[in-house]
């Protein structure tokens, strides 16, 4: 008999656990349950995987999408088939370490949902431009997109970096092409939306890490979106009272801060011009944790 105080500590020990997981973990997870809920509900209930499905799916028209225009990012949650979901999943995981030893999850999330959405575009715009696409009916469903933004990100972002494939080692930039180069060849021989909006993940990834590199990040637009709508769900309460500041104290702190910034993106920019001509390997333990710390910053 399972007691109410042996139900609380279920739930604590699983919220625990799910606290301790990593933002690309926590993807996975999610897009398994909604694989799960997509596959069983059909059994529950009367109706098609077909029709249920049809409302989270990105259509391949702008009329389908100023219907549903959710399904620009909801269409990444659902899968076609356990083998989709398998190998999307372990590219997310893999290529979600290699990304969270450097940077925070917050980055994490704005390439990984830029990369949805930014495939997602190309998908659209792909099958309303070309007429060999035109006419007939696809949509579009799976996380590729975003995982392929990630990864290729990576790969950009120190593409000397060798990691080890079955027997060999072989660079992250090489990873990168490959993948890239695979998704081109196959567009002629099916899933072509699915393979075009690879594409497009993954070129979002490539600009985000070349950007990044030179000092601008180009998702913080896109925290600005996030912040706006938590906002309009967010109740907040007005201050009671007014604090005023010593406004030269203010201006030293501020100056001070400015140069320990610039002091800061300095030693940043000379360890990423080291992992661009040598690779990750090369740093010492002082500059990785160097790196990383800055990364969750």
Aim: aromatic content about 18%; charged content about 15%.
């Amino acid at each position: 008999m399972i007691t109410t105080d042996g139900i609380d500590m279920l739930g604590s020990n699983f919220t625990y656990w799910w606290q301790q997981r990593g933002i690309h973990e926590k993807l996975a997870l999610s897009c398994v349950a909604f694989y799960l809920f997509q596959t069983l509900l059909p059994f529950l209930f009367d109706f098609s995987a077909a029709n249920f499905l049809y409302w989270f799916s990105l259509p391949s028209s702008f009329w389908g999408i100023l219907e549903k225009p959710w399904t620009l990012v909801s269409y990444a949650f659902f899968h076609a088939s356990f083998s989709h979901l398998f190998f999307n999943m372990i590219m997310l995981y893999f290529g979600g370490q290699l990304f969270l030893n450097l940077f925070n999850a917050k980055r994490f999330l704005n390439v990984y949902f830029l990369g949805l959405i930014t495939g997602g575009l190309v998908f659209l715009l792909s099958y309303t431009i070309f007429p060999v696409f035109s006419g007939n009916g696809a949509s579009l469903i799976g996380a590729s997109a975003g995982v392929t933004a990630i990864f290729i990100f990576i790969c950009a972002y120190m593409p000397y970096q060798e990691v080890r494939v079955l027997f060999f080692n072989v660079k992250l930039w090489q990873l990168g092409v490959f993948f890239i180069l695979t998704d081109l060849i196959q567009i002629p021989n099916g899933n072509a939306g699915g393979h075009l909006a690879h594409i497009g993940g993954g070129i979002l990834g490539f600009v985000y890490a070349n950007k990044l590199k030179e000092g601008q990040d180009i998702g913080r637009f896109f925290d600005a979106v996030l912040s706006s709508l938590s906002k309009v769900f967010t109740r907040t309460k007005s201050p009671l009272k007014t604090a005023y500041k010593n406004n030269k104290s203010a201006s030293s702190k501020g100056v001070t801060t400015a140069y320990k910034e610039r002091e800061q993106q300095k030693k940043i920019d000379a360890i990423l011009d080291k992992i661009s001509h040598s690779g990750y390997d090369s740093l010492t333990k002082e500059e990785k944790d160097y790196l990383f710390s800055s990364g969750k910053s």
